[in-house]
């Protein structure tokens, strides 16, 4: 559970971070260029399926930056600039505090009540995005700026400048050991370089997540720095017709915001080529999260891609027709102002994995139960949640933290409306 001296000590350490480095250079000419910055070489292109058609778009890219307030987003000019070529979602929230729980629910539907920047195995039978994707033979990809290898499952990596750019906890997917662990999965967990490569081969796949490093997405600088990254390396892109294309919606937005005493409200954007002109330069209020980006697939995940209580809608709904909510909740405002959440990864407040919910997402199709699941765990037969901090040297703790392994997780599910495919 993180408390208000570790939250002061995050901000100092992130100011004072901050000034290493004030000014963006450009690793590369171009986006579309390899750079021995990225560290790690190309590898061979990756092989997508036939592309899947959806009923309004066909790609789906995600860029994802750090910790930064509604305001200061908004108050950009760069960020102004392409709020006028897109639709800024008013209402979408990130879903706890600090950033890897809201990279894993992103992915998995769930943060397992991890209230840390910890290093994290989610057990193979966990399911996530990656199972819901495959099932429909979409292809998928992710790419991580600075990771040296593809599928680096490391901590963290420093550049020869001794500069740590790269980090695990922005990379959700390598953190679940059903993608990690499966050799042909943990190949799509690419880098920048892999992506220059590909984009250049016309052969980037339909669900992409893009991290950018920890100068470039203001989690180590400001906003101001990661809208010059945006300048250098999104814009040009925007213009090219294999990275978008009329089938093509982008979200761009934050894990976070900055101050934890106000709502955890992110500043997102809707761009891309699928947007109709009388789209562009509008907003949308709708309340959305970051669990939101999920539901659409007809398969769902049984966690919070399900809950209907959580919020009204899918972000990747067609037609983007508008459901205006008059009054936004204060969505996880702060770990520390809820009190414990529990989950498997909650040691103060710890619940096993627990099966997945029987319910239906946003494409009111079945859940996805992958075959080594226990389902006779679920919400009304688990155990208590306890306190693995105090009783880690217990049998029983420890036969808890043992067994948690083998049990596929679900906290009920997300919302209504469809995607794509």
Avoid at 120 to 142: C, F, G, R
């Amino acid at each position: 559970m993180i408390v208000p001296s570790i939250v002061a000590l995050a901000v100092l350490a992130r100011t004072a971070s901050a000034a290493i480095a004030s000014t963006f250079t450009a690793p590369a000419p171009a986006p579309t260029s390899e750079s021995p910055f990225y560290v790690g070489a190309a590898n061979s292109t990756i092989t997508n399926t036939p592309v899947v058609n959806g009923k309004v778009f066909d790609r789906f890219i995600q860029i994802w930056l750090e910790n930064t307030d509604f305001a200061t987003a908004a108050s950009n000019p760069v960020f102004k600039s392409l709020a006028q070529q897109g639709i800024t979602l008013t209402g979408y929230y990130g879903v706890t505090h600090p950033s890897e729980p809201n990279y894993l629910a992103s992915v998995g539907g769930d943060f397992f009540g991890l209230a840390a920047d910890a290093l994290e195995y989610i057990p193979t039978n966990m399911s996530t995005i990656v199972d819901l994707l495959d099932q429909k033979n979409i292809s998928w990809a992710t790419y991580q700026e600075n990771m040296p290898t593809d599928g680096f499952e490391g901590y963290n990596f420093t550049n020869s400048d001794n500069y740590t750019y790269y980090v695990r906890k922005h990379n959700p997917l390598v953190i679940y050991e059903s993608v990690a662990n499966i050799s042909t999965r943990s190949a799509r967990i690419r880098n920048f370089n892999d992506f220059a490569v590909d984009l250049g081969n016309n052969s980037l796949s339909q669900w992409i997540f893009i991290t950018p490093n920890l100068r470039d997405d203001a989690h180590d600088t400001n906003v101001a720095y990661a809208a010059s990254w945006l300048t250098y390396w999104l814009l040009p892109l925007l213009q090219d017709s294999r990275f978008n294309n009329d089938r093509t919606l982008i979200l761009l937005t934050f894990d976070e915001n900055e101050t934890y005493t106000i709502g955890n409200n992110v500043f997102s954007l809707l761009l891309g080529g699928v947007l109709p002109d009388g789209q562009k330069n509008t907003t949308d209020s709708t309340f959305y999260t970051h669990y939101s980006t999920i539901t659409g697939i007809s398969v769902t995940l049984g966690r919070q891609d399900t809950n209907k209580t959580m919020f009204s809608t899918s972000l990747l709904r067609p037609h983007y027709i508008r459901t205006t909510t008059s009054r936004l909740p204060l969505f996880f405002p702060s770990s520390t102002s809820l009190g414990p959440i529990p989950g498997a990864l909650n040691p103060d407040y710890y619940v096993p994995y627990l099966a997945p919910t029987n319910g239906t997402g946003g494409g009111s199709g079945p859940t996805f139960v992958a075959a080594n699941v226990n389902m006779s765990l679920n919400s009304a037969t688990a155990p208590a949640p306890i306190n693995i901090t105090t009783a880690a040297t217990t049998s029983s703790a420890a036969g808890l933290t043992s067994n948690a392994g083998g049990m596929l997780a679900a906290i009920a599910a997300v919302a209504a409306a469809a995607m794509l495919f």
